[in-house]
């Protein structure tokens, strides 16, 4: 039995990143054998144990056979005979076929070492064509590892996949867990270049390929397009480090000017509405977690409203509080906030400019949230009248807290 560490953990070995995942290949035994050692089996499809001191992964050597469409269409088989080549033969790039023998020799059949030092992601073989996850971690890989170009042939190779059909069979679910995983790298906005390159972003994120090409004012978006603004918004989510429901707002937040009627371009006047619908249906798609979700709606419905907060009456920042549930939800309205500074400073030039927006609408909030609202509750003769009371004495707060002793008209 030899046991070699594979993988994700020697690429970044080599690359001097850290990774606290180890993965080993067992080469020259059986499940029985590997039980009598006391390892625990966690595999469905396919051998995999868990050592029983350290619990990493161990998996059998193993083959695979496509046997129909999408992902689950594969037939494995693990034995004692199989090399560790021919299980590194069906992983999907060079740099992720590598092995590391207990003697610290490096096992790379493939070349992925030298892919590494010239910053390539390339196919192992022709057998990457048969699963259409492996575009979406490639294009993971990509935005991970945002200076690494994609050869050649593997780019045309996922074309092809692309026009068979292939990503059309993927699982909802799968495709919202490499997304939200790209979505976490350094660079996001790599992960869409490669789809949209390949052709996979127009069927699986049809909304957001969509907005390529579409123009906005240019003196509120000197990069014009919309697609090139959200891959810029997307690209200072990560930039600020927050957490993935920002992330996938920063995506999301425009798709409704992708249906913009053309004799009004280049502004877009009503899309809010539209992105909201446009969203709901994506999420719906895919199968998006409800955090992710209820902010992306959030943030697709009341952007606007937030870029504006300076033009707004007190009366109006207090009803977009109740809208937005931010008395109750003040860290997830945070998150709206977090994501308007990534749309406002997703701009060509505007990176880092000033955006007072977050602290005047914070001003007010803590204005808010020191109405006394269960004693005016209390004191209210008229109990159909206790909305109201609250709200009236909400909007006098936020006046005196920003200085405002009577209301502005609203632009």
């Not at 496509?66 to 269409?73: L, N, V």
């Not at 994120?205 to 919309?226: C, M, N, S, W």
């Not at 930039?239 to 502004?267: C, N």
């Not at 009248?385 to 002793?405: D, F, T």
């Amino acid at each position: 039995m030899q046991i070699y560490l594979v993988g994700g953990a020697v690429r970044d070995e080599l690359l001097g990143r850290p990774n606290a995942d180890r993965d080993y290949v067992v080469v020259g035994t059986t499940p029985e054998a590997m039980l009598d050692k006391g390892f625990r089996p966690v595999g469905k499809d396919f051998p995999v144990f868990l050592h029983p001191e350290t619990h990493e992964e161990y998996a059998l050597a193993r083959t695979e056979r496509k046997t129909g469409r999408g992902y689950h269409g594969f037939a494995f088989h693990a034995a004692p005979d199989v090399t560790l080549e021919e299980d590194l033969t069906r992983r999907d790039l060079t740099i992720n076929a590598m092995a590391r023998a207990a003697d610290g020799s490096l096992i790379d059949p493939f070349r992925g070492q030298a892919d590494l030092q010239a910053k390539v992601l390339r196919h192992v073989g022709p057998t990457f064509a048969e699963d259409p996850v492996r575009i979406l971690r490639l294009a993971r890989f990509a935005a991970r590892f945002s200076d690494f170009s994609v050869a050649p042939e593997t780019l045309e190779l996922m074309r092809g996949m692309v026009a068979d059909g292939e990503v059309d069979h993927l699982v909802a679910e799968r495709v919202w867990q490499e997304l939200a995983k790209g979505l976490m790298e350094e660079k996001p906005s790599r992960m869409i270049e490669v789809l949209r390159d390949c052709g996979a972003l127009a069927r699986l994120l049809p909304e957001v390929d969509k907005l390529f090409g579409v123009p906005q004012r240019a003196d509120y978006h000197p990069e014009i397009d919309t697609g090139i603004h959200t891959l810029m918004v997307i690209d200072q989510s990560a930039r600020r480090g927050f957490a993935l429901p920002v992330r996938f707002s920063a995506l999301t937040h425009d798709l409704g000017k992708a249906e913009t009627p053309a004799d009004i371009l280049p502004r877009h006047l009503g899309h809010e509405e539209r992105s909201v619908r446009l969203t709901e249906q994506l999420c719906a798609r895919l199968r998006v977690p409800n955090d992710c979700r209820d902010l992306a709606l959030l943030m697709a419905r009341y952007h606007g409203n937030v870029h504006r907060a300076a033009d707004l009456k007190a009366s109006t920042l207090v009803t977009l509080f109740e809208k937005t549930d931010a008395l109750r939800r003040p860290e997830r309205f945070q998150q709206l906030l977090d994501t308007c500074l990534c749309d406002y400073t997703g701009r060509l030039g505007w990176e880092n400019r000033a955006y007072d927006s977050p602290q005047r609408l914070l001003a007010a909030l803590a204005a808010v949230q020191a109405v006394p609202a269960g004693e005016i509750a209390t004191a209210c003769a008229d109990k159909g009248r206790i909305p109201e009371r609250i709200h009236m004495a909400r909007v006098l707060a936020v006046k005196q807290a920003l200085n405002e002793p009577g209301e502005q008209p609203e632009q």
